[in-house]
């Protein structure tokens, strides 16, 4: 239902929408479905309980887009507060986080010196960042500050689209620098002009693309692919095709977003395969929380029937 997805996308960007959602008294109990919690008090018991069952954990503190620096230096301090937490409560987390969060509409070079911050600390405390990417209109900024940050930081990833023409020359770059890549199918609304409208199409880049870092051991340049995709049909693909290709296990992964599709996480998991679930927590879920919506029509009956409860 392409109108539908529309509808939500464009809603994640209204004010005067999300002014009604926010304060409506029963969206908080709804979104809890896809989001942890609105502390990290609260996110860090669901990060115990997914370790409990041998789930890897990828944290973001929500938020996007901020409009002053004060506000982007605040978001980062939150994200160090969150590393002093997976470090002190002894769980295992790697972070992930949006650029637009850290300022990079407002001043790349403030963006890149709170995300060194971020890597410093994530490296000192043994894990991982992984780059969240936005809309096509942040892509080429957000692979400029991803691509310096890599220079100081081998613990520094990033995300990749498959719904994006482009992402097939980024993807040869990445694994020419040997660098980790979630790789998802994109969650915006983009024009035909830089995004393949059909979702059969995205579909099959994401085969394709996947297809690059899944090489024999030893002969994918030290590059690393993290699946990250709920496609039941890609992820047997993906197993079958590591196998027949004698391609290790521990050198790909598979991430889902929390609240979507726990029996699989539970089972990939349970198989031995290294399984990372996206735990999102904060008080500004809107913009996430529509855009869940928009991916399953389904959802919003989801929506409604709780709206009734
Ligand atoms: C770890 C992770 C990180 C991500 N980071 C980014 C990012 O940085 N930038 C970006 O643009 N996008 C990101 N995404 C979102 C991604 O682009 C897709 O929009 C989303 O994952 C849905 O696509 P799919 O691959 O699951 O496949 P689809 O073909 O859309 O869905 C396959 C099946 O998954 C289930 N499913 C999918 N979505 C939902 C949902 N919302 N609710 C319930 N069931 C659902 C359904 O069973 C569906 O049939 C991320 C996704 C994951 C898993």
């Known amino acids: 239902m392409p109108l539908l997805r529309d509808v939500f996308l464009a809603m994640s960007t209204n004010g005067l929408v999300k002014g009604f959602v926010v304060n409506f008294p029963l969206s908080r109990r709804v979104c809890r479905r896809f989001v942890a919690g609105e502390t990290l008090d609260e996110a860090i018991q669901v990060v115990k309980k997914l370790n409990a069952s041998k789930v890897q954990v990828t944290f973001d503190q929500l938020g996007e887009s901020v409009t002053t620096e004060s506000e982007a230096r605040a978001a980062k301090d939150g994200y160090l507060r969150a590393l002093d937490a997976i470090a002190s409560n002894h769980v295992s987390s790697q972070v992930s986080v949006k650029l637009s969060q850290m300022g990079l509409t407002l001043s790349p070079d403030l963006c890149l010196a709170n995300m060194r911050e971020i890597a410093a600390k994530a490296k000192a405390i043994g894990t991982s960042v992984t780059i969240d990417m936005e809309d096509s209109t942040l892509t080429e900024a957000t692979l400029d500050v991803f691509k310096k940050l890599r220079a100081e930081f081998a613990n520094v990833g990033i995300v990749i689209q498959s719904y994006l023409y482009r992402s097939e020359e980024d993807i040869k770059a990445l694994i020419a620098l040997g660098a980790t890549v979630r790789l998802c199918k994109g969650a915006y609304k983009e024009p035909a002009r830089v995004a393949f409208p059909q979702k059969k199409d995205v579909d099959a880049n994401y085969v394709k693309l996947s297809q ?56 990939l998991a349970a198989d031995g395969y290294t399984m990372r679930v996206y735990v999102p927590y904060g008080s500004h879920w809107y913009p996430y929380f529509m855009r869940r919506l928009a991916e399953r029509p389904a959802n919003v009956v989801f929506l409604v029937s709780n709206l009734f409860k």
């Open 212 to 267: 690059m870092f899944l090489q024999p051991n030893g002969k994918s340049n030290g590059a690393y692919l993290q699946l990250a995709t709920h496609d039941e049909k890609i992820i047997d693909w993906a197993k079958a095709y590591a196998k027949d290709h004698s391609v290790d296990p521990s050198h790909f992964e598979f991430q889902m977003l929390y609240g979507i599709r726990g029996d699989l996480q539970r089972r």
